[in-house]
């Protein structure tokens, strides 16, 4: 499954905010893994400050699940709360995408 969302970043936080994704703790990266989430990118749309993220999973969860978030999972999210627009938990504002089209 692929499984494709939408966030919004803060205006002028680009810089950070790949520089943090560029410093991503090795025990996140793993955790994301051992969840099956594979093949993830997240790209940027300066235009419109718009965060495009597109993961391959192995099952029917996600890096974006909020149920039972882990401890790793929820310090990211506070660590990342400053640049980026969250909900009151600090997860990121998430807004799955339909897919329209795939050429394999």
């Given at each position: ?20 994704h560029a410093e991503i703790w090795p ?9 099956g989430v594979s093949d993830y990118s ?63």
């Open positions: 499954m692929r499984f494709a969302f939408k966030m919004k970043l803060k205006p002028g936080c680009e810089a950070e905010y790949a520089k943090r025990e996140l990266k793993a955790m994301i893994k051992e969840q997240i790209f940027f749309d300066k235009d419109t400050n718009i965060l495009f993220g597109v993961q391959k999973c192995s099952s029917d969860t996600n890096s974006q699940d909020t149920e039972n978030v882990d401890p790793i999972t929820q310090k990211w999210w506070d660590f990342m709360a400053d640049i980026m627009e969250v909900n009151p938990d600090n997860s990121p504002v998430t807004i799955p995408l339909e897919e329209v089209f795939y050429l394999e």
